[in-house]
């Protein structure tokens, strides 16, 4: 049989990428080189694998199929000559990330900095975005995510659970005495995320059990880091995640408050679609991600155990 693994990648970013144009566009080719290795693969096999209109491009129930045959072939390729150059000591190709916008902003950069000093071939595309995108039909291949889908075909790796702190500059605590209790909230101008506090409320737990109190103020935000600006400024009372509130602690521009009960805790996963075969690339920036947490415990909570895989065996 004749060899037709160009074919079959032409085919599969035809589906992946809605038609014969962006498929062209991403894989570097002409669309009519595109058209040429679909109506191929049709004659070889004797069966039509795309239904064609002016507005779409979708696959027959054949083309179905023969579609997932036809990624993991190209999957498996691609893999085979990465895993060649990682043993030449030159891994190569390119990464996609997606990352919450706050968490990126705090220190992907500094992830991405260190990892291309040690893998300067690896390009990396990344994403900063607060949606659950699905990761395959994007081409994404790692997210982190605060929770998880329901999709079987993805693995999620701990990186740890994110807690939040009370936080006020010292300019403003020395106007607004510290609350004691949560109740005592009700005195102070809170800044709210209310892209997570939808209903306005704040959460807190202590030996007494849970408390939930209103967060009233005159400043809303779906943005952290925004929100510590704005309490670093005086503006108010925020509750930040540890990671965006802890340099600002450590540099004495926030002080806490309430240290005597906790936030709900917010699981925090390094997300990526399966692969009988994953990708050297992927597999280095997945543990450099793993290991950069690991060595920096106090921007989470706590550390959970090891890799929790939620495809089903």
Known sequence: MKDYLSEMRSFAAVIENGGFTQAAKVLGVSKGLISQHVKRLESELGAQLLFRSTRKVEPTEIGTTFLEYCQNIT?????????????RGEPVGTVRITVPVSFGEMFLDDIIVAFQRTHPRIQIEMELENTFRDLQSA??????????????EQVAIPLGQLSELVCASPVYWAKHPKPETPADLANHNCLL???????GNWVFFSDDGAQSVPAIGNLRLNHYPLLRNAAIRGLGVARLPRYVALPAISEGLLETALDGYSSPLRPIYLVYP???????????MIDFIRN????????LETRTGSLRQSRSS
């Open 193 to 199: 995320n209310f892209q997570y506090y939808k209903d």
């Open 292 to 299: 950069w947490f690991i060595e920096r415990p106090d921007l």
């Open 139 to 152: 081409h994404i291949d790692i997210a982190i995510r605060a929770g998880l889908t329901n999709d079987p």
């Open 75 to 87: 999957q498996s390729a691609t893999a085979a000559f990465e895993a060649v150059e990682a043993l």
């Open 274 to 284: 399966y692969q009988a075969n994953l990708p050297v690339k992927n597999r280095l």
